[in-house]
């Protein structure tokens, strides 16, 4: 089976602007996760969509947003961006959830100046 | 609320020496899932194994081997005769089951590398 895929692997925006990360799951699982990494905070749960529901959230400010689609694909959106928003973002999907071993894309790393 | 710790930040070790990954880990829920990933510097987090709360069980895969021990709540991995390709960051993670949908937290990971 194909892997976690994102894209892009690598954007370069600048403060205020907004972005859209895509990613598409393993066949056939229905969790998808985002996790943001940054050098300070470590990996932190942003949030997880099952069957094109949000069922889980972290604690990250509204401009975080994120959707699924009918096969399963997600994106997340980020709006009026920051600095301090510069990170490697990470998305994980699993077949059902928490009781599943979730496996990673290869991330977005995202810059903003 | 589940918090798992690495102490090590970093260990530097000479190619083919054993090494060993600490992971404490806090829970209030009996049934709770384990895992372990590396993480390369290509950045993808790679799974590595999971374990469950009821099985005690160590584990040995090839070169790799995990001592679960919910005494101590620790969750320790060992890399014997340590390559340079060990050479990454690795996390130890936690996922409660009693709680509902939670999602994974992890340690704040510790950096191996391995010196030929």
């Known amino acids: 089976k194909a892997g976690v895929t994102q894209t892009p692997r690598y954007l370069i925006k600048t403060r205020g602007q907004q972005v859209t990360l895509s990613c598409s799951p393993i066949?056939?699982?229905?969790?998808v996760s985002w996790y943001q990494q940054t050098p300070g905070q470590g990996l932190q749960f942003l949030f997880e969509?099952?069957?094109?529901?949000?069922?889980n959230k972290g604690n990250f400010p509204g401009r975080f947003s994120g959707r699924q689609f009918s096969n399963s694909r997600s994106e997340m959106n980020v709006s009026t961006l920051e600095l301090g928003d510069s990170a490697l973002y990470l998305c994980?999907?699993?077949?059902?959830?928490?009781?599943?071993?979730?496996?990673f894309g290869p991330g977005t790393r995202l810059t903003v100046l | 609320a589940q918090k798992v710790t690495q102490a090590q930040t970093e260990i530097s070790v000479v190619e083919k020496e054993d090494v060993t990954l600490d992971c404490v880990y806090e829970?209030?829920?009996?049934?709770?899932?384990l895992f372990w990933y590396k993480q390369p510097p290509s950045g993808e987090l790679v799974f590595l194994i999971r374990?469950?709360?009821?099985?005690?069980q160590n584990e040995i895969s090839g070169r790799y081997s995990w001592n679960f021990q919910k005494s101590t709540s620790s969750f320790n991995f060992t890399i014997t005769a340590s390559q340079v390709v060990d050479s990454a960051v690795y996390f130890c993670?936690?996922?409660?089951?009693?709680?509902?949908?939670?999602?994974?937290?992890f340690g704040k990971g510790t950096r191996l590398s391995v010196i030929a």
């Open positions: 994980a999907s699993s077949a059902e959830g928490w009781r599943d071993t979730q496996y």
């Open positions: 066949s056939g699982h229905r969790s």
């Open positions: 969509y099952f069957s094109e529901t949000q069922r």
């Open positions: 829970t209030r829920d009996t049934t709770y899932y």
């Open positions: 374990r469950n709360s009821f099985d005690e």
């Open positions: 993670a936690l996922s409660e089951a009693d709680s509902g949908n939670t999602p994974l937290v």
